[in-house]
């Protein structure tokens, strides 16, 4: 099993609609999540993060955490072309330790 | 403007040759990080520093080496490349903890033949 899994997609959103995207991850003692966004051939920036249980909302997005589910959610609202990219969940602190685990990513096509 | 520099951004080498890309932050982070990114496995880990002298291995280290002599450089040095390490390569800077988020740099894009 992977650390931390993402459905690699190809994940298909009209345009306006929300777009979810989900990671899953193995090791209950990771402390934080994080989301980020990767457009081809560019680096990762930075979405959201989150620590506690629950929602956290910044604009359009909003990440989920459910640890008793060990399950991080991303909901794009009001989806744009620009959002299309592959959005990459990482995990920190795994196994007591200082490592980043990131998932393979989730390709993301909003559709105009 | 706070940033994360790496150099070069493209590479073409041989097997054997030692090679070292650079990594540079202005933003006085304490932790520093070097991935790999390859097709289907996504962004793995190589090696990570959490202040001047203090470096740990990633998920995938083997082939690789790394130092932190200063706080704002952490290179990434590869003793003998093989055409496995052909890759893409981020560096990345946070300061430590477990909510701060890492700033990547450009990338720097290896071939090994």
Known sequence: ?112 | EAQVTQNPRYLITVTGKKLTVTCSQNMNHEYMSWYRQDPGLGLRQIYYSMNVEVTDKGDVPEGYKVSRKEKRNFPLILESPSPNQTSLYFCASSQTGATQPQHFGDGTRLSIL
């Open chain 1, 1 to 112: 099993q992977k650390e931390v899994e993402q459905n690699s997609g190809p994940l298909s959103v009209p345009e306006g609609a929300i777009a979810s995207l989900n990671c899953t991850y193995s090791d209950r003692g990771s402390q934080s999540f994080f989301w980020y966004r990767q457009y081809s051939g560019k680096s990762p920036e930075l979405i959201m993060f989150i620590y506690s249980n629950g929602d956290k909302e910044d604009g359009r997005f909003t990440a989920q955490l459910n640890k008793a589910s060990q399950y991080v959610s991303l909901l794009i609202r009001d989806s744009q072309p620009s959002d299309s990219a592959t959005y990459l969940c990482a995990c920190w602190g795994t196994s007591g330790t200082y490592k980043y685990i990131f998932g393979t990513g989730t390709r993301l096509k909003v559709l105009a």
